[in-house]
């Protein structure tokens, strides 16, 4: 009989196992806030970042810990890698885990605002400071800012000095000296320009500037100035001047064309610097992205990610993530990490000690003023639309349509 | 989105629970001895299969956001999802890809793996070594694969093109991932890749059920070669075919990591398919009530396929 009883009691347990699990799991929604606790007593912030290689890692360490000196808290740092934040920033917000201090891709911000897992940033008397109109804008959604942005980037025309000064021709400023250009360089297996027109959000930032420069709008593409833009990138292929394979590379594929010598000139940022400087015998020059005539201003897109501070229900850890916040964009902070990660201060009055110490971002540097936020328009709309510009692009430049017809079907499909 | 997938052996019908002896000598403790043991099994096929089933079915139904991540309110808008999925100008464009992708793949991927098997059926030395060389697309993760790929297919420095560079008749160099409608080629060319080692693999097993002594009755009767396939080999096989058919199909259907991995839909959506058309509206675009819509749409497709599998298994039974 004993032995009976035994082998029920282990039924039941093997019966009950999977209760026990269920249980388990629905019991880690104890929230972040569980052990630094009570109010006035806040000794540790969590930080979520997606900044997982170096240098990025290693710099933003420096800086963060710098900041959680100032404000006298240890850090409980986590880095995800980049395509994989949003989603575990999403299951943070439904399971009430979400860290106090959160790193955002800058377009990504409208979208976690409007869901209502970040807090204004005025109700902690944030000072955004000097910080562009158009970076601004990216953090702001229905008239309230959520989150503060250090440091930015863009992309620019970086061109082979070997190759051009053998050609003889000087770095293309407008439309009409880049086709030219690009077509006097184009020979044998090298091709004139590089650029990326891929199916992804890459592609669509990477044909921002020439769109915009051309006075388009993301709002509504089916217009004869983004029609231009694209007529542009269009000839460019059909002339031969860049390779067709342009539809699918990324622009880390097409930083690797410019290194290895299969392009004279690429479209791209100084995240590459680190790629470029592999190769020894590289020697390479950086100009703005040509506007559509001489003395057009050129009105480009910027990157980079922004902080912001989620509503963990704790107001005391919130207060302090707010200060920990406004400390990152602080002088020290923006200056430690736009040198270290080959970035520009989104604050344009420290653009100065940045160039100082790192010449080659000068073109980026001076962009800042007129950059324009990707979802200063349309903000948690943007990832259709900035679909609808990808797939207008790659059905005008392989999918046998005109530019007019492709932009008309996007913007209406 | 789609979470129900049929793997080889767990698919399809359990086999019939042996009679049990009618010794009990309780029946109501032995009752709840057998309902304990079903418990885990069960709790496991609700919990892994049946919820994200659910879950996925009624999200279709929702407006289901980035939003409904922090709020938890995900309002019901009954079909307008599938509306707005299927008026989508890239849906039929995806649907007919699914089914060229789809056919093109089985077909490739069967006719090779059942020469494959024939090949190896008859033994020479070194055929067990070379038969698992041929499991190796199984084993290289599909990440490192689709690279390797796109690096082989790249139009200018491709291995490809610059092989078919040194043959004299052949003018230019075919743009595999960058032309809208090579890319389609290309990309069910790297997934039948990919399929030959399952098709071989279940066909060569098929192979050796196969008395041996039928040939060799075969042969007196003047059976050999074409005959003996087309008389003895073809319809002794056929119940692994019809398995090696719709399990291939089913698996095809849902194909992502190949598609994402290469062309990512593109270019111009030429290789856009249900699956990456509904991982797109997930995951990128965070509209996570039409992704599921389109889950949903591909989970009915493949259940139509399931379907037959099992009315085709059960006939066999029945034989």
């Known amino acids: 009989m004993t032995r009976f009883s035994r082998s029920r009691v282990a039924i039941a347990a093997a019966a009950a196992l999977p209760l026990v699990l269920v249980a388990a799991c629905s019991g880690s929604d104890g929230g972040t806030g569980g052990d630094g606790g009570g109010d006035g007593d806040v000794t540790e912030l969590h930080v979520l970042d997606y900044y997982n290689n170096d240098p990025n890692k290693t710099v933003w360490q420096g800086v963060l810990d710098a900041c959680a000196t100032e404000v006298g808290v240890e850090l409980n740092r986590e880095s995800v890698p980049g395509g994989d934040l949003i989603a575990k920033v999403l299951q943070m917000s439904s399971s009430r885990t979400l860290p ?43 008239d309230e800012l959520y989150a503060l942005q250090p440091v930015t980037n863009t992309i620019a025309l970086f061109y082979n000095t070997q190759t051009l000064a053998a050609a003889g021709i000087e770095p293309p400023t407008t439309w009409e000296e880049l086709e030219t250009a690009a077509a006097a360089l184009t020979e044998g297996d090298q091709y004139g320009l590089a650029l990326s027109a891929i199916n992804t959000y890459e592609g669509t930032w990477q044909f921002l500037p020439f769109m915009w420069s051309n006075g388009g709008d993301e709002a509504d593409i089916a217009t004869p100035e983004v029609a231009g833009a694209l007529q542009l990138w269009k000839d460019l292929l059909d002339a031969g001047s860049m390779s067709q394979s342009v539809v699918t590379w990324s622009q880390a594929d097409v930083a690797d064309q410019f290194s290895s010598g299969n392009a004279a000139m690429m479209v791209n940022g100084p995240w590459n610097f680190g790629t470029l400087a592999e190769n020894a015998e590289l020697e390479y020059g950086i100009v703005p992205i040509p506007a559509p005539a001489a003395g057009d201003t050129v009105v480009s897109p910027f990157g980079g990610e922004a902080w912001a501070v989620p509503q963990t229900g704790d107001d005391a850890r919130m207060a302090v993530a707010a200060e920990f916040v406004q ?44 950059l324009r936020a990707r979802t200063g328009e349309l903000g948690p709309e943007w990832p259709t639309q900035a679909t609808a510009i990808y797939e207008a692009v790659q059905n005008a430049l392989v999918g046998g349509m005109s530019p007019e017809d492709a932009l008309a079907q996007a913007q209406n499909g | 989105m789609t979470s129900t997938e049929i793997r080889p052996g767990s698919g399809g019908l359990a086999p019939p629970a042996p009679a049990r002896p009618a010794r ?7 009752r709840l001895v057998q309902i304990a043991f079903l418990i885990p099994a069960t709790a496991y096929l609700v919990l892994f299969f049946g919820y994200p089933v659910v879950k996925n079915i009624t999200m279709g139904f929702q407006e289901y956001t980035t939003r409904t991540f922090y709020t938890g309110e995900a309002p019901w808008v009954g079909f307008a999802n599938y509306v707005t999925a299927v008026t989508d100008p890239v849906f039929d464009r995806a649907l007919l890809n699914t089914g060229l992708f789809t056919v093109g793949s089985i077909v490739g991927q069967f006719t090779i793996g059942l020469l494959i098997a024939l090949f190896f059926h008859r033994r ?196």
């Not at chain 2, 009990?24 to 032995?30: A, E, K, T």
């Open chain 1, 100 to 142: 106090d201090v959160l790193m955002l891709d800058n377009p990504d911000v409208q979208q976690i605002a409007e869901s209502g897992a970040l807090a204004p940033l005025s109700q902690f008397g944030l000072d955004p400071g000097g910080i562009a109109e158009g970076v601004l804008s990216a953090s702001t959604y229905e």
């Open chain 1, 327 to 370: 400390c990152l964009v602080g002088e020290d902070a923006v200056v430690e990490a736009a040198v270290g990660t080959n970035t520009v201060p989104t604050d344009p009055s420290l653009s100065d000690t940045v160039v100082e110490q790192v010449p080659n971002l000068a073109s980026f540097a001076e962009q800042v003023p007129d």
């Open chain 2, 24 to 30: 009990h000598r309780s029946v109501g403790r032995s």
């Open chain 2, 124 to 319: 020479f030395h070194l055929s067990g070594v070379l038969r698992s060389l041929l499991l190796l697309p199984w084993l290289v993760p599909m990440i490192a694969a689709s690279a390797v790929w796109r690096w082989i297919l790249d139009t200018d420095h491709g291995v490809l093109n610059r092989t078919l560079d040194l043959l004299p008749f052949l003018d230019g160099r075919p743009a595999w991932l960058t032309s809208t409608t090579l890319a389609l080629v290309a990309v069910i060319i790297v997934n039948i890749w990919l399929g030959i080692p399952f098709n071989a693999t279940i066909l060569y097993g098929g192979l050796q059920e196969i008395p041996e002594e039928l040939y060799e009755a075969g042969s007196l009767d003047g059976a050999t070669g074409a005959r003996a396939f087309w008389h003895i080999t073809w319809p002794l096989l056929r119940p692994v075919v019809t398995v090696v058919l719709v399990l291939g199909v089913v698996y095809t259907l849902k194909v992502l990591d190949v598609i994402l991995g290469l062309t990512n839909g593109g270019p111009a959506n030429a290789t856009q398919t249900i699956s990456t058309f509904s991982y797109h509206m997930s995951f990128r675009e965070f509209d996570f009530g039409v992704g599921a819509a389109l889950g949903n749409i591909l989970v009915l497709i493949s259940l139509v396929f399931a379907v037959v599998y099992l009315r085709l298994n059960r006939r066999s039974i029945d034989e």
